[in-house]
């Protein structure tokens, strides 16, 4: 956590803005909008936005040439939509269903739940930022 103060400090932020810009989570990193790679191969000289981001949101945008953060956002959203389907096949389990499993599988299947609604919750939060983006671009009247 030292080394996320520190780096928080540098760009100016103050410690209680810790959530990450795209899914909600703790941000840890910071995003560079557009990526710090892609200006620096194209040798432009360009102004970077500097947002807090979660370590998976971050790396999973690299390098994509995503210039917008409601694009990003999108982005993240169809990536996260395929990676966590796989926790869709236990949310079917009930409360007394698990009651019923013993020891490793309860915690397993808790465990996947778990994951599933912290899935859930990014994505809620991924599409919040897409509907506020659209939302700006609205006329105002
Ligand atoms: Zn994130």
Request: charged content about 35%; hydrophobic content about 30%; some cysteine.
């Amino acid at each position: 956590m030292k080394r996320t103060n520190k780096t928080y400090k540098k760009y100016g932020y103050v410690e209680h803005t810790y959530s990450c810009v795209y899914c909600g989570e703790l941000a840890d990193t910071l995003d560079h909008v557009p990526p710090v790679a892609i200006s620096a191969n194209l040798d432009l000289e360009m102004k970077h936005m500097v947002v807090p981001a979660c370590r998976e949101c971050n790396s999973t945008l690299h390098d994509k040439f995503l210039l917008r953060l409601d694009d990003r956002a999108e982005h993240l959203l169809n990536r996260y939509k395929t990676k966590y389907k796989k926790h869709d096949s236990t949310v079917a389990w009930d409360e007394d269903e698990i009651e019923e499993l013993s020891g490793h599988l309860k915690t397993y299947i808790r465990g996947c739940q778990h994951e599933y609604q912290r899935f859930r919750d990014r994505i809620d939060h991924l599409r919040q930022r897409i509907r506020l983006s659209e939302h700006d671009l609205e006329p105002l009247d």
